[in-house]
């Protein structure tokens, strides 16, 4: 047999899978939310294959109509009276609560603003603050940030700065490594829920509840996680958490971060950015500052009200979706371009470091391969678009509100022909 039909026969095969799966798919209608690319827009005949949602989501097809209106009508014509006739004062906790179902929250614990880094610093600041309320006399100052080795640059840059400005000192671990070195010193634990190179979902559970049982707080960063799997921060007794929407959120490039303060913890929440959007009474101009109740004191300055409601515009694809059902075809997905990557990628030419446990898998994978900057590139100008970190890994971002298993399949067959 040659390998010219051996390779044809899998590729029939596989193509028979995916369809089987996508006749299957109780998510295939939301497909229709998005706008997507046709077999008109790339030379070939082929429609492309977008698997780069955890970086940038696709646009959903409701935003462009709702920024006109935003635009045209609301700022347009009645201007100044949208900040109360259109809702636009409210935002940040309104789109929050359309937030908090995606993280498993109750509502009322979620505000919509500034960027990640700005939430990370917000809420790691004030872990901290609040570990070291109420020690006991004597006891020793809690004055260590655990902070994720293999963290997302960012965090790393923005827990150096909150300790610089709070007296402590960084203890940088691996997330399995994280229980070894809490102990009555430490303030705060600063951990990805995913790995952004390589997809591993860390235990948030059990992190949680071992940052606990040494007397500190979990600040969690979503960024990988939120819209892609449950997260369930309520049921953990997650202390604060941050995250961007622009991922599998879809909200769009730049769209505002959010970040989420335990109701237990929101009348001690003491943020080091106290702008007048959280004051209890931000109209008073009074000079001396007083924070407001809730979710409010995780505002700081004026809202940026078009990527908000391009963003509120974007979650409405969620209305109806079980983010159970999407964390079922994400694994199914990630697990049917493994099969495909393995049964068409000869054997030596690449590699994955992500974790074939489900327990232990995001909505990515991640592949090791040499010269894997071009062959990124190679992918891309064929229509299958991912991204590649250095110095050697391809990343494929695997969104489930519009990704398809043929696009899957596709997708492992032009990987295929790039490498040769």
């Not at 698997?51 to 696709?58: E, K």
């Not at 299958?384 to 509100?401: E, Q």
Request: hydrophobic share 45%.
């Amino acid at each position: 047999m040659s390998e010219t039909y051996e390779f044809a026969e899998k590729y029939e095969e596989k193509a028979a899978q995916a369809a089987k799966l996508d006749a299957a798919d109780g998510l295939a209608a939301l497909r229709d939310r998005f706008v997507l690319d046709t077999a008109s827009d790339h030379a070939g005949g082929a429609a492309g294959v977008y698997l780069d949602g955890n970086s940038l989501g696709a646009l959903p097809r409701a935003v462009p109509g709702r920024i006109e209106d935003v635009v045209r009508r609301q700022w347009g014509e009645l201007r100044i009276r949208s900040w109360d006739e259109s809702g636009w004062w409210t935002a940040p906790e309104r789109i929050g609560d359309r937030i908090a179902p995606l993280v498993g929250a109750a509502p009322g614990q979620i505000v919509v603003g500034d960027s990640t880094s700005v939430n990370v610093f917000k809420a790691l600041v004030a872990a901290v603050r609040m570990a070291g309320e109420g020690g006991s006399a004597g006891a020793a100052p809690r004055d260590e940030i655990v902070v994720d080795a293999s963290t997302f640059p960012t965090d790393g840059y923005i827990a150096e700065s909150a300790a610089r400005m709070t007296g402590c000192r960084i203890v940088p671990v691996l997330p399995a490594d994280v229980p070894g070195v809490l102990g009555p010193r430490t303030a705060a634990v600063l951990l990805n829920h995913v790995d952004y190179r390589t997809g591993r979902l860390h235990d948030l559970p059990g992190l949680t509840a071992a940052v606990h049982a040494a007397g500190a707080l979990a600040v969690w960063d979503l960024c990988h996680s939120a819209g892609a799997l449950p997260v369930e921060l309520d049921a953990h007794g997650v202390d604060l958490a941050v995250g961007c929407t622009y991922k599998y959120l879809n909200g769009g490039p730049g769209s505002p971060a959010y970040l989420y303060v335990r109701r237990e913890l929101q009348p001690r929440f003491d943020s080091p950015l106290p702008g007048w959007n959280s004051h209890a009474e931000p109209f008073g101009m009074r000079p001396e500052y007083e924070a407001g109740s809730g979710a409010v004191r995780g505002r700081v300055g004026t809202p940026d009200i078009l990527s908000m409601l391009a963003l509120e515009a974007a979650l409405e694809v969620w209305d109806g979706v079980s983010i159970e059902a999407v964390r079922a075809k994400s694994l199914a997905l990630t697990d049917f371009f493994l099969e495909c990557v393995d049964a068409y990628v000869p054997r030596g030419l690449v590699e994955s470091v992500t974790p074939s446990a489900h327990a232990e898998r995001g909505s990515q994978v991640a592949l090791r391969c040499e010269g894997a900057g071009d062959v990124m590139r190679r992918l891309i100008e064929r229509g299958v678009v991912g991204d590649y970190r250095a110095p050697d890994i391809l990343r494929f971002g695997f969104t489930p509100l519009y990704v398809s298993f043929a696009e899957v399949e596709r997708a492992a067959r032009v990987l295929r022909d790039v490498l040769g």
